[in-house]
């Protein structure tokens, strides 16, 4: 899995940095890994899901704004700022792994800049 990938799961799993109401019913840590094994990333699984009855009625909100709110929470995670012991200072998460994909910038907030300074 791509960091981003891994992020969005650790999204569906759980954050404390979330909205509110953005967990969807009867999508657990199994459901979510299983799910996630099965689609390249969050997007084409979440479009999966909206076409899938038995999920669609379990997102807490409305898709279209359910997908700007998972997304906005998944560039959240990307500007967590952590402990890195090697260094022996806080940094942003995002200075730890590979830029893969551009799926770290939503509207402003741009992690390249970030990620440059490692």
Same mark, same amino acid.
Not at 40 to 57: G, H, I, R
Not at 59 to 65: K, Q, R, V
Not at 88 to 103: D, M, N
């Given at each position: 899995? +791509?960091?981003?990938?891994? +992020?969005? !799961?650790?999204?569906?799993?759980?954050?404390?940095?979330?909205?509110? %109401?953005?967990? *969807?019913k #009867? !999508?657990? $840590?199994?459901?979510?890994?299983?799910?996630?094994?099965?689609?390249? /990333?969050?997007?084409?699984?979440? +479009?999966?899901?909206?076409?899938?009855?038995?999920?669609?009625? =379990?997102?807490?909100?409305?898709?279209?704004?359910? *997908?700007? =709110?998972? &997304?906005? @929470? @998944?560039?959240?995670?990307?500007?967590h @700022?952590?402990? %890195?012991? #090697? &260094?022996?200072?806080? *940094?942003? $998460?995002?200075?730890?792994?590979?830029?893969? #994909?551009? #799926? =770290?910038?939503? /509207?402003?907030? %741009?992690?390249?800049?970030?990620?440059?300074?490692?």
């Open positions: 899995w +791509s960091p981003e990938k891994f +992020s969005e !799961f650790c999204v569906f799993c759980g954050t404390d940095y979330k909205d509110p %109401d953005t967990h *969807i #009867k !999508f657990g $840590i199994k459901t979510a890994f299983n799910m996630m094994c099965k689609h390249s /990333d969050a997007e084409a699984l979440l +479009s999966w899901m909206l076409t899938q009855k038995q999920f669609k009625e =379990r997102f807490p909100c409305d898709p279209s704004e359910y *997908i700007p =709110r998972f &997304r906005q @929470v @998944v560039a959240v995670f990307w500007h @700022v952590v402990f %890195d012991p #090697k &260094r022996g200072e806080c *940094i942003s $998460i995002a200075s730890s792994f590979p830029l893969t #994909k551009t #799926k =770290r910038v939503l /509207d402003g907030l %741009d992690l390249q800049d970030c990620t440059d300074s490692a």
